[in-house]
């Protein structure tokens, strides 16, 4: 299938109107939130410091009526400069640009599936900037194998699945972590999906190179497209 293709097949997924985090949170609470490196707001704000970031994500809340921000795919963002979990290393090139969306919300806040599937795998990544607990599911649509990975959870959202385990369509199956456990970041949801793992488990690049988009834009797509916000 072509990445044409499967961008067609999540956008006819997505006609039902999916949503991965709390479904008595409307749609209407929902605004977007630019965290790129372009954003003026941003230069008065030391983005190193989680309280300092979600004092500005809950001000951006606050100011619209709102209680989720959403958005980040394909963001250059100045965020990752702080850990070396993204620099380079052995030859490596410098990360920047975030591959999957992002929802800021409260801590505790419900993780839905958007779609029905099975844990194919979980792991904390501890890496100060990394996701800290996240869960990776399975998804056949058409015939067609492809993934999510939801990252910055709970660490007990990590205690009630097992590989395998089926999750159904709008199921809570995880919960948004605290900055002490998920990366150190304000809490929120890093949706993103994968159409190949390259052989990883429990993990997956959430941030890659600029010289990297092409491959990841093709690999990960917009999230957009069957979460149609």
């Not at 410098?94 to 505790?108: C, P, T, V």
């Not at 999750?167 to 999906?193: C, M």
């Amino acid at each position: 299938m072509t990445a044409t293709e499967f961008s067609q097949l999540l956008i006819g997924l997505g006609n039902s109107k999916p949503m991965v985090l709390d479904t008595n949170i409307s749609r209407e609470s929902y605004v977007l939130l630019d965290l790129s490196k372009n954003n003026a707001l941003l230069q008065s704000v030391d983005v190193s410091n989680s309280s300092k970031l979600e004092a500005f994500v809950n001000s951006h809340l606050e100011t619209h009526n709102a209680k989720v921000a959403f958005g980040g795919y394909l963001e250059e963002r100045n965020i990752y400069q702080r850990s070396t979990h993204f620099k380079p290393k052995d030859g490596d090139l410098e990360r920047s640009i975030h591959l999957g969306m992002d929802f800021w919300a409260k801590q505790g806040t419900g993780v839905y599936a958007p779609l029905a599937g099975r844990v194919h795998s979980f792991q904390n990544n501890t890496n100060f900037g990394d996701y800290g607990p996240t869960i990776i599911l399975e998804h056949n649509a058409e015939g067609e194998v492809f993934y999510t990975l939801y990252g910055h959870l709970s660490l007990e959202s990590l205690e009630t699945v097992s590989v395998g385990k089926p999750i159904e369509k709008g199921e809570v199956f995880a919960s948004l972590g605290a900055a002490a456990v998920n990366g150190d970041y304000p809490p929120h949801l890093h949706f993103q999906i994968i159409r190949d793992l390259q052989g990883k488990v429990g993990d997956y690049p959430g941030v890659c190179h600029k010289l990297e988009v092409d491959f990841y834009r093709n690999n990960c797509p917009d999230p957009n497209f069957l979460l149609q916000l």
